[in-house]
């Protein structure tokens, strides 16, 4: 069974930058588009990045493009770097893993369990 694990969320001030990790292990892993989705309160998931399997193709949503950069270390782990975070980027963020990178969650295999972001103003 393949594991998802994400780390590196906390609480910042408008303005700051934080890196979000997300780790996939088990099963039979391999060669997987890896993506970054976000849930704020009251708010369904919503898709923020993704990027392929050799990391040559990114996406992202309009409201990050900028500001978030997806990057992979190598093919079972990607990084989120996050600049000039606004109120709005609070949520708790998710990172999935699928077959082809996609803006929807349901096309995505594997998932962590989530880390909080929180920007305060």
């Known amino acids: 069974q393949v594991q998802v694990q994400e780390s590196g969320g906390g609480l910042v001030q408008a303005g700051a930058s934080l890196r979000l990790s997300c780790a996939a292990s088990?099963?039979?892993?391999?060669?997987?588009?890896m993506a970054w989705f976000r849930q704020a309160p009251g708010k369904e998931r919503e898709f923020v990045a993704a990027?392929?399997?050799?990391?040559?193709?990114t996406y992202y949503t309009d409201s990050v493009k900028g500001r978030f950069t997806i990057s992979r270390e190598n093919d079972k782990k990607v990084g989120l770097q996050m600049n000039n975070l606004k109120p709005e980027d609070t949520a708790v963020y998710y990172c999935?893993?699928?077959?082809?990178?996609?803006?929807?969650?349901?096309?995505?295999?594997?998932w962590g369990q989530g880390t909080q972001v929180t920007v305060s103003s």
């Open positions: 999935a893993t699928g077959p082809q990178p996609s803006s929807n969650h349901d096309d995505y295999l594997y």
């Open positions: 088990g099963g039979t892993y391999g060669g997987y588009a």
């Open positions: 990027i392929t399997w050799a990391g040559f193709r």
